[in-house]
C-alpha cells in the first residue's frame, strides 16, 4: 500500500522529462504496480504515464495533489528491473525518460492473442445421426454439412469449418444451442519459427572448442558476471561453442539472448538454434508484426522459452534468469542505436548482465578496436578460435595498385588482373563476387594519378565535397576551395569518388556478356524476401558473378566461389570518420573470407589507390594483430576512442541563424566549465556531415576526455541549462557518446 506514484508522461519532450506525482486513489491500491500505463490528469486532458515508483513521500504540497484516473487495461506493464535500465540509459547516453522506457518495451500497447477455437462433437453418435436425418430431410443443408463432419472427425477446427464446409457462424452457434457441438477456446502464441525440420543435431567439438568452453564455464556456474571476446576466423565453430555455453545455461534453469546482426539474422543460423533446442527458441526481427513481437516477450516472461535470438531489440527481453548474453558479429555498426537513446548495445548488455549476474560472451573474427583494447586491459578476458573446422586453408589474396592503371592507359574500374581472372573463373565455371564498398559515397576527393587524399590539417580525416564545391572538415569546419590539380603531384586527375553497384553491374555486363549477373544492394532487396532469394540463387549457382555492397560479405557460405574481387578498398578508408581503417579492415578481411570454402582454394583481388596503407595490407595478410596495434597507435595519438572517450552534441533547428547562435552558446557554456583545457578538448560548433536534413540545420560540437564519467556530466549540465533556457525553444539539443560513424 503506498499514497503516491510518481509518474513518467507519456510524452517525450525535453520539458516534460521529470517525474510527476499523483494520489493512488483506494480503488487501485490493490491493482496498481510499478511498470504500469495509468491514464492522468494533466492541466485540462487526461494523459498516459508509466508508474515507476509507489512511495509514501509527497513531494510536493499534498493538497495540490490529484489522483490517477485509471489503469490503462490494454497498456504493457513494464517490469521494475526493465525500469532500472532505462534509468541508466537515459543517463549514460541522454534523451528523455519516456524515450528510454520506449527503448526497454518492444511495443507500445497489448496485442490481442489469437484465440483458437475447436468445434467438437457434443453428443453421441447415435443421437448426431438421428439429428443429421432431420437435417437433411428439412433440406438444411449447412446444418447438415457440420454434422456430418463432426461426426466423421468428431472435432474441426472452426477457421477450417466456415471455410471448407463453407458455414456460417450463425449454423455453429445453432448447433451449439442445440447442444449438438461445444466450443473449445485455447490462446495460442504466434510463434514465427515455423517449418521446423526434423534434423538431428550430431557435432561433437573439436578440442580447441572445448577449451573455449571450458574457459568459459566457470563463470556459468559460479553465477558471475564476466566479459569474455571469443576472437575465431570465419567457420572456426563459434557458433556451436555458443550453443555448448547456451546448453548449460539452460540446464542449471536459466535463460539466454542471442544478439545477431539483423543483416546476418538468416533462416540457416536460426535453424542451427532450432535443430538443438526446438521449442526453447524464439526469434525477433523487424518483420514480425507487433503481435508477433508482444507475444514472444510474453512467452519469455512466462517462461515458456529460454532462448530469443534477434537484433539489439532482443536484449531487452524480460527473462526472469538470464544467464548468459551473446553478442555474434560485435564488432557491427548496427549494434549501435542510432536514433535517441542512442545507446550501445554491447555496452548495455554488460551492465544488464552486471546487474543480473550473467556472462557476457561477444564474437568476432575482427573484434572492434574499443573490444580488443579491454582485453588488453583486463575489463574482459579474451579466448580464442584460430583455426577453421576442417583446417581449410585461408584464400591467397593480392593487391592491385589502381594508379598504375591509370598510368597504363586503363580507367575502368576493373583492373587487367581482376578481368583476367574473371574470364578465367568464368571458363571453369566457378563463382566470382565483386564487392563494392558504398560507404564511401560521402564525397571524399583523391588524386587518380597519386593517390593522394586531400585531407584537414588539424584533424587527419579526409575533407568532404559540399554541394557549394567546397572542401571542407566535418570534424572542425576548416574549409577550403576545390583543388583544380593535385596538391602532391599536380596531375589534374583530380575528383571526388562516385561509383555505384548498378553503374558496376553494367559495365561487368558489357565487358562479359557471357555472364549470368546478380546485384545485390539496397535497392534490389527492398522487397521482403528479396534477400534471401538472391543468396539462395547464387548458392544455387543460377549466376556467375554477385556484386554487392557489404550485404554480401556477411557470413554466407557459397562453396563455389573461388574469386573475390574487391573493387575499391579506399571507399570506406576515406569517410570523415576517426574508425574509417577500422571499418575497412573489417570490411576487407570479410569479403576475402566469402572465397575458397569449398574445395577449390579460393583467390582475392583487393584494388586500391593506397596500396600502402596498413588497413588494407593487413586485411590481405589477414593479420588482426598487427593491425590493432597500428591502429590504437593512431587512436593513442590522436585521442580518439577508446584511448579518450568523445561526445558529440548536436544542435538542430529549422532556422539557421538559430542553429548557429544555440550551438555557440552551447560552446561557450563548455568552455566555462573546464578547469584543465589538457584534461578537455572542446571542438567546434561546425557543421555536421549531413549539414542538413528536412530543412532542418544540424551544428556539432565535439567534446574529448578520459574519463567517460566526465563526458557525463558535461551532458547533465548542458540538458539542464537548455531546459529552462528560452532561447532553446526553437533547437533540438541531442547527445551521442563515442559515435559510430561520423
Ligand atoms: P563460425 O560461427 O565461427 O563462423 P560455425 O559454428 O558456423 O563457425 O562453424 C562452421 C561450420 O563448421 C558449420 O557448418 C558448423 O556446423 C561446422 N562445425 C562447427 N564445429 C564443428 C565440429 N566440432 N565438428 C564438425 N563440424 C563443425
Ligand atoms: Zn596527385
Ligand atoms: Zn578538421
Not at 233 to 240: A, D, L, M, N, R
Not at 281 to 301: H, I
Not at 499 to 516: D, M, S, Y
Not at 679 to 705: C, F, H, L, M
Amino acid at each position: 500500500m503506498s499514497r503516491f506514484a510518481n509518474i513518467i508522461v507519456d510524452i517525450s519532450h525535453e520539458k516534460l522529462d521529470k517525474t510527476f506525482q499523483y494520489i493512488v486513489p483506494d480503488e487501485f491500491q490493490d491493482i496498481l504496480e510499478v511498470g504500469m500505463l495509468v491514464k492522468i490528469p494533466f492541466g485540462p486532458r487526461k494523459i498516459k504515464g508509466y508508474v515507476i515508483e509507489l512511495t509514501d513521500v509527497a513531494e510536493y504540497d499534498i493538497t495540490k495533489l490529484k489522483p490517477i484516473a485509471e489503469v490503462v487495461k490494454d497498456g504493457i506493464s513494464i517490469e521494475s528491473r526493465l525500469i532500472a535500465l532505462a534509468a541508466w540509459i537515459k543517463k549514460n547516453y541522454g534523451g528523455t525518460f519516456n524515450q528510454a522506457l520506449k527503448t526497454v518495451i518492444p511495443v507500445k500497447q497489448k496485442q490481442n492473442h489469437i484465440i483458437k477455437k475447436t468445434l467438437i462433437l457434443a453428443t453421441d453418435e447415435v443421437y448426431a445421426r438421428e439429428q443429421l436425418a432431420i437435417f437433411e430431410r428439412k433440406h438444411y443443408t449447412a446444418k447438415a454439412r457440420l454434422l456430418k463432419a463432426l461426426i466423421e472427425f468428431k472435432e474441426i477446427d472452426q477457421i477450417e469449418a466456415t471455410r471448407k464446409l463453407n458455414v456460417s457462424t450463425a449454423v455453429i452457434r445453432n448447433l451449439e444451442e442445440n447442444g449438438l457441438l461445444k466450443i473449445q477456446q485455447e490462446t495460442t502464441y504466434r510463434n514465427p519459427v515455423k517449418n521446423i525440420s526434423n534434423k538431428g543435431y550430431d557435432i561433437i567439438l573439436n578440442d580447441m572448442q572445448k577449451q573455449v568452453v571450458d574457459t568459459i564455464s566457470p563463470s556459468i556456474d559460479k553465477l558471475e558476471h564476466k566479459t569474455y571476446l571469443l576472437k575465431g576466423v570465419t567457420g572456426s565453430g563459434k557458433t556451436e561453442v555458443y550453443m555448448e555455453l547456451i546448453d548449460k545455461v539452460i540446464k542449471s534453469g536459466k535463460q539466454a539472448i542471442v544478439l545477431i546482426p539483423e543483416i546476418a539474422l538468416t533462416y540457416q543460423t536460426v535453424m542451427r538454434f532450432y535443430n538443438r533446442f526446438r521449442d526453447l527458441v524464439s526469434v525477433m526481427n523487424s518483420k514480425l508484426s507487433p503481435g508477433e513481437r508482444y507475444d514472444q516477450f510474453e512467452r519469455a516472461k512466462n517462461g515458456e522459452i529460454s532462448i530469443m535470438i534477434g537484433p539489439r531489440s532482443a536484449l531487452f527481453t524480460p527473462f526472469n534468469n538470464l544467464g548468459i548474453i551473446i553478442i555474434d558479429e560485435e564488432h557491427e555498426s548496427s549494434y549501435k542505436n542510432e536514433t535517441i537513446p542512442k545507446y550501445h548495445t554491447r555496452e548495455v548488455a554488460i551492465y544488464r548482465a552486471q546487474k543480473e549476474n550473467a556472462v557476457v560472451v561477444l564474437g568476432s573474427a575482427t573484434p572492434s578496436i574499443d573490444s580488443y583494447y579491454k582485453t588488453k586491459s583486463g575489463e574482459y578476458e579474451l579466448v580464442e578460435l584460430n583455426q577453421r573446422i576442417a583446417k581449410k586453408p585461408l584464400p591467397t589474396c593480392e593487391i592491385v595498385d589502381l594508379r598504375e592503371e591509370l598510368k597504363q592507359g586503363n580507367k575502368s574500374i576493373l583492373s587487367r588482373k581482376l578481368q583476367q581472372k574473371i574470364e578465367d573463373r568464368l571458363q571453369k565455371k566457378q563463382q566470382i563476387i565483386l564487392f563494392i564498398n558504398r560507404r564511401g559515397l560521402a564525397g571524399f576527393v583523391s588524386c587518380r594519378a597519386c593517390g593522394e587524399v586531400i585531407k584537414c590539417p588539424h584533424c587527419d580525416v579526409s575533407l568532404s565535397q559540399h554541394r557549394n564545391g567546397k572542401l571542407m572538415c566535418h570534424y572542425c569546419g576548416y574549409t577550403i576551395p576545390m583543388p583544380k590539380v593535385c596538391p602532391s603531384c599536380s596531375s589534374k586527375y583530380i575528383a571526388g569518388f562516385r561509383a555505384g553497384t548498378q553503374k558496376i553491374e553494367e559495365l561487368v555486363k558489357r565487358r562479359f556478356p557471357q555472364a549470368r549477373v546478380l546485384r545485390m544492394d539496397f535497392d534490389t532487396t527492398r522487397k521482403k524476401d528479396s534477400y534471401e532469394q538472391i543468396i539462395s540463387s547464387f548458392s544455387k549457382q543460377e549466376a556467375d558473378i554477385l556484386i554487392g555492397t557489404q550485404m554480401i560479405v556477411k557470413g554466407h557460405d557459397f562453396s563455389n566461389v573461388t574469386l573475390v574481387g574487391v573493387l575499391a578498398a579506399d571507399l570506406s578508408l576515406n569517410t570523415s570518420d576517426f574508425r574509417g581503417a577500422e571499418r575497412t579492415f573489417q570490411l576487407l578481411t570479410q569479403a576475402a573470407g566469402r572465397a575458397g570454402r569449398g574445395k577449390e582454394l579460393g583467390e582475392v583481388i583487393i584494388q586500391t589507390y593506397e596500396p600502402d596503407h596498413y588497413a588494407v595490407n593487413l586485411a590481405c595478410q589477414q593479420n588482426y594483430v598487427d593491425f590493432y596495434e597500428k591502429e590504437i597507435s593512431y587512436r593513442r595519438l590522436m585521442r580518439y576512442p577508446p584511448i579518450w572517450n568523445m561526445l558529440v552534441i548536436m544542435c538542430s533547428s529549422k532556422n539557421e541563424d538559430i542553429a548557429n547562435a544555440s550551438s555557440q552558446d552551447i560552446t561557450n557554456e563548455l568552455h566555462k566549465k573546464i578547469d584543465n583545457p589538457r584534461e578537455v578538448q572542446i571542438i567546434g560548433p561546425a557543421d555536421a556531415v549531413i549539414s542538413k536534413i528536412n530543412d532542418t540545420y544540424r551544428k556539432v560540437i565535439y567534446i574529448r576526455t578520459e574519463e567517460y564519467s566526465k563526458l557525463v556530466e558535461f551532458k547533465d549540465y548542458i540538458e539542464n541549462y537548455v531546459r529552462d533556457n528560452k532561447d532553446f525553444s526553437r533547437t533540438i539539443v541531442q547527445f551521442d557518446f563515442n559515435p559510430i560513424s561520423g
